[in-house]
C-alpha cells in the first residue's frame, strides 16, 4: 500500500508539451508510472511522448480514466489549473509551481471545500511511492521501497533524509512533499493522518520549518492519535526573525515560530527530535528498528 498514490494510479500532466513537463513525464515513467496523457489547451489530438494530448481535463478523465494530475504550469495560471482538475474529478493534484499568489491559493482551498480533492504544493517537489508513481520533480534514483513514510515542508531536506535512510537500508512507504509556501494545499496532519491508517507504513518522518504553527499542531495531534512512531526535525535554527528563508512561509513572525521552540514543544508532545539534519537516517533507524 501507500498513501494517495500507488502502482494503479492513473496520471495526467497539465501543461504536458512544455519543456519541464516533458522532461519529468519522462522521469516517472521511467520509474514505473502509469501516465496516461496529458493536458496543453490548443494542443489537443496530437501525441506527446507517445501520449494522447488533450484540450482540456475533462476530456482526459473522460478518454484515459485518470485519477491524478500533476501541474506545471506557470504561478500566475496554477489557480485556473488546479480548480479544472478538481471540477473534472481528479482525486489528487500536484502544484509544483513555486510563487502562486496567496489571495490565489486563498480562493483554491475556497473552491477545494466541497470537493474531495488531495492538493499537493504549490511549492513541491511532489510526491513519490517508490517504483510505483511519481509526480514530481524529485530524483526517484534515491527511493527505495520500504515501510517509513516521509512528509516535509523542505524539498533538498525531504531528499537528504531520504537517502540516509536508504544508506541504511530503510526504504520509503511514500514520501509527500506539502510544499514552502504560506498556505498549503495539504498540511502535515492530513498526510500523519494517511500515515497512520496505510497498513503498510510503520513509522513516520517529518521535517519542517520555521515559520507557522503546523509543525506543533500535527505533533499534537500524532500525540492523541497516532500509535506510530514519529521522528522529526525543523529547518532553520540560525535564521534571523522576520527575515524569510528559502520559501515563502519560512518566517519567524514570533519566538513559538522559531526552530529550536518548535522542536522543544514537539520533543515535550512524544516526537522523536532530531537536532542535526546529518542524523535523521540515524535517529530513525535506531528509533524504528
Not at 534571523?240 to 512561509?249: I, K, N
Request: glycine share 12%.
Amino acid at each position: 500500500m501507500s498513501v494517495f498514490v500507488h502502482k494503479h494510479s492513473r496520471v495526467i500532466i497539465q501543461g504536458f508539451t512544455g519543456q519541464h513537463a516533458t522532461f519529468h513525464a519522462e522521469e516517472a515513467m521511467k520509474n514505473g508510472t502509469t501516465m496516461v496523457g496529458g493536458v496543453t489547451p490548443g494542443k489537443g489530438g496530437q501525441e506527446h511522448l507517445g501520449l494522447p494530448v488533450f484540450d482540456t481535463v475533462h476530456q482526459a478523465v473522460e478518454q484515459t480514466g485518470a485519477d491524478v494530475s500533476g501541474i506545471f504550469v506557470p504561478p500566475p495560471f496554477a489557480a485556473d489549473a488546479i480548480m479544472e482538475a478538481i471540477e473534472a474529478g481528479i482525486g489528487v493534484v500536484v502544484v509544483i509551481a513555486d510563487g502562486v499568489p496567496v489571495q490565489d491559493m486563498v480562493q483554491v482551498k475556497r473552491y477545494a471545500r466541497d470537493h474531495n480533492t488531495v492538493i499537493i504544493g504549490p511549492n513541491t517537489p511532489g510526491i513519490i511511492t517508490p517504483a510505483a508513481c511519481k509526480v514530481g520533480i524529485m530524483p526517484a534514483h534515491i527511493y527505495t521501497p520500504g515501510r517509513i513514510g516521509v512528509v516535509s515542508r523542505s524539498g533538498t531536506l525531504n531528499y537528504e533524509a531520504v537517502q540516509q535512510m536508504s544508506a541504511l537500508g530503510m526504504g520509503q512507504s511514500t514520501s509527500v512533499g506539502i510544499g514552502g509556501d504560506p498556505v498549503n494545499g495539504t498540511d502535515f496532519v492530513t498526510v500523519l493522518r494517511a500515515f497512520e491508517q496505510d497498513p503498510d507504513t510503520d513509522a513516520v518522518i517529518m521535517i519542517g520549518e520555521i515559520g507557522g504553527q503546523q509543525e506543533v499542531e500535527a505533533a499534537r495531534w500524532a500525540r492523541d492519535h497516532m500509535k506510530k512512531p514519529v521522528v522529526g526535525f525543523i529547518a532553520g535554527v540560525s535564521a534571523p526573525p522576520g527575515r524569510r528563508m528559502g520559501h515563502a512561509g519560512a518566517i519567524i513572525s514570533g519566538q513559538s515560530d522559531t526552530a529550536n521552540a518548535k522542536m522543544d514543544v514537539m520533543q515535550e508532545l512524544g516526537v522523536h527530535v532530531v537536532r542535526n539534519p546529518a542524523l535523521i537516517g540515524e535517529t530513525a533507524h535506531r528509533v524504528f528498528s
